[in-house]
């Protein structure tokens, strides 16, 4: 059995994902960690049951990037020097009525928001995006659901 050395890798593996999320926002000690935090609160507020994950971690970033699903990956916030960006898993399928969308827009698959310094968030349209995403969570699932009973009946 090896034994880990690294003290700050087992008080991450400790964690809850939330934790981890609190710890790297406490990490960003300037606009970002305002920013994700703000972002944070927009989503709990679109879909208060939001279940918060951290994904991708590894040595170089021992907190991962925050994660949020409703019945599947709703979007991920991660933070660059120059902006936080919160991308949608499947925003290519969704309805953009307010021009949120404004990075990633060449996939078929992603879409994505970049916040920068001093930017301003339309609190109202990030959350319909939410909202929307969840739904089309929800939805695929149920169709899922009842292709397999479908099949298993056929």
């Not at 991708?56 to 660059?80: A, D, F, Q």
């Amino acid at each position: 059995m090896q034994e880990r050395t690294n003290s700050s890798e087992e008080a991450a593996d400790e964690k809850t994902p939330s934790q981890l999320i609190d710890a790297k926002i406490a990490g960003l000690s300037d606009w970002r960690g305002e920013m994700l935090a703000r972002i944070r609160a927009l989503i709990k507020q679109a879909d208060p049951d939001v279940v918060e994950e951290v994904k991708w971690r590894k040595p170089s970033n021992m907190l991962g990037v925050p994660v949020w699903e409703h019945e599947g990956i709703i979007c991920t916030g991660e933070t660059y020097k120059d902006k936080v960006k919160l991308t949608f898993a499947k925003g290519a399928l969704l309805e953009d009525p307010s021009g949120l969308f404004n990075s990633s827009l060449e996939g078929n698959t992603r879409r994505a928001v970049d916040f920068h310094e001093g930017g301003k968030i339309d609190e109202e349209a990030l959350k319909a995006l939410i909202r929307a995403a969840a739904a089309l969570n929800t939805l695929a699932r149920a169709s899922a659901r009842s292709s397999r009973k479908n099949s298993k009946g056929a």
